[in-house]
C-alpha cells in the first residue's frame, strides 16, 4: 500500500515562515514526481510546486522565490518551505505522487 503521510503546518502571521513534510511509502520514491497542491476554502485545488525525479523543480507563479520543494530520497520524504508567507496562502496543502494523496495540512497566515 501506498501512504503518504504529512506533518507541519500551522498559523502564521504575514511574512512568516512554515515548513511542510510529506513522508511516502510504499512506492520506489526516488523515480517518481512529488507535487504540492492547496486548496483555500471555497476554491479549487491548485497546483502549488513539484519536484521531479532529476530535483527539477516548477512553481506557480504566486509562489515563485517565496516556496522551495525538495526532496530526500534516502527518507523518501519531499519538503515544501514557505517564506514570507501572505494570507492569501492559507488553505489546506496536500502532498502527491502518481494518482496518491497525503491527508492535508492547514496552513494559516494572518494578516
Known amino acids: 500500500q501506498v501512504h503518504l503521510v504529512q506533518s507541519g503546518g500551522g498559523s502564521v502571521q504575514t511574512g512568516g515562515s512554515l515548513n511542510l513534510s510529506c513522508a511516502v511509502s510504499g512506492i520506489i520514491f526516488n523515480t517518481k514526481t512529488l507535487a504540492w497542491y492547496r486548496q483555500a476554502p471555497g476554491k479549487e485545488r491548485e497546483w502549488v510546486a513539484s519536484i521531479d525525479s532529476s530535483r527539477s523543480t516548477n512553481y506557480v507563479d504566486s509562489v515563485r522565490g517565496r516556496f522551495t520543494v525538495s526532496r530526500d530520497n534516502a527518507k523518501n520524504t519531499v519538503y515544501l518551505q514557505m517564506n514570507s508567507l501572505k494570507p492569501e496562502d492559507s488553505g489546506i496543502y496536500y502532498c502527491?505522487?502518481?494518482?496518491?494523496w497525503g491527508q492535508g495540512t492547514q496552513v494559516t497566515v494572518s494578516s
Open positions: 502527491q505522487t502518481v494518482r496518491y
